[in-house]
């Protein structure tokens, strides 16, 4: 029998996600639940989710409800749900993919000192099927519950689970904004191939490879980062050069306070969120 797993919310993690379960063998019956009328219609038409507007419709076929909002909507979202996943008779599992929320404060919102919850923080790369999505379950997740949660996730990229729930925040710091990261490195590549010459299709172009590439290729290899960037670093070479003005700049650092700066934040928005629910 297919488990039900129902949405609430239907931004753009929501639409990654179902992306991807809807492209696979149909192991779950998908529900959603989300104002935007449009965004409904996309959803059914498209998708075919079984969608509406008020998540009351479907919460007590569900087996597995994941919480798509932005952090800021949980203190109002988790007193609507209270008084309705103590009436149930069925315990759902419930996953909240929103950064800064921790299991604490959901069980809290709920009014439950034990409740099956698992946080996942994915990032928008799953969008295309290539997110890395980071889990962790409290003790109270069943195993049977964490493979569904692995199968859902993996349908839009790959999964890793973390040993605690604090590590949350440090994966938001390498994967869930790095992709901001990313893009503002590449923007400076484009930028500074167009003021040596190229034009700026060839320049955008060369820089998007040059990272799918690098990405895919340490994928493939079984070296170390260090080695790998060591092997393109030619005796007294071009990459030589441009990687000891890194250095000599403390490009590290600035890396390392960027990741420092996120994770910190995270940290915030969970007290900040936390002490309004």
């Known amino acids: 029998m297919k488990k039900a797993v129902g949405f609430i919310g239907g931004g753009n993690m929501a ?66 749900l209270k008084p309705i996943l103590h009436a149930l008779k069925e315990k759902p599992l419930i996953i909240s993919i929103a950064a800064g929320i921790s299991i604490e404060a959901i069980l809290r919102g709920i009014d439950a000192t034990e409740y099956p919850i698992i946080r996942v923080m994915p990032n928008t790369p799953s969008t295309i099927g290539l997110g890395a999505s980071a889990l962790y379950a409290n003790e109270a997740v069943s195993k049977s519950a964490c493979d569904d949660a692995d199968q859902i996730f993996a349908s839009c990229g790959i999964t ?7 590590l949350i925040s440090a994966a938001v710091a390498v994967s869930g904004s790095s992709p901001a990261y990313l893009y ?85 928005l969970s007290e900040l969120i936390s002490e309004k629910i």
């Not at 959603?32 to 996309?42: A, H, P, Q, S």
């Not at 498209?46 to 909507?73: E, H, M, N, W």
């Not at 890793?160 to 604090?166: D, G, H, R, V």
């Open 184 to 268: 503002y490195l590449m923007d400076i590549m484009s930028r500074v191939g167009v003021e040596m010459g190229l034009t700026p299709e060839n320049s955008r172009v060369l820089t998007q490879q040059a990272v799918l590439g690098s990405a895919r290729y340490s994928q493939l290899s079984d070296l170390s980062f260090e080695t790998l960037k060591r092997n393109v670093m030619s005796p007294q070479g071009t990459t030589e050069q441009a990687i000891f003005s890194l250095e000599r700049n403390h490009f590290d650092k600035i890396v390392e306070e960027a990741m420092r700066a996120a994770f910190n934040r995270d940290q915030e």
């Open 160 to 166: 890793t689970w973390l040993a605690s729930e604090e």
């Open 15 to 80: 639409k990654a996600i179902l992306s991807g379960l809807s492209q696979k063998e149909r192991c779950f019956d998908l529900y959603l639940c989300d104002r935007n009328e449009e965004k409904r219609t996309y959803f059914q038409q498209t998708l075919g989710v079984t969608t509406s507007a008020d998540y009351r419709d479907f919460i007590d076929q569900v087996d597995i409800l994941i919480l798509a909002i932005k952090p800021q909507g949980f203190p109002t979202l988790l007193a609507e």
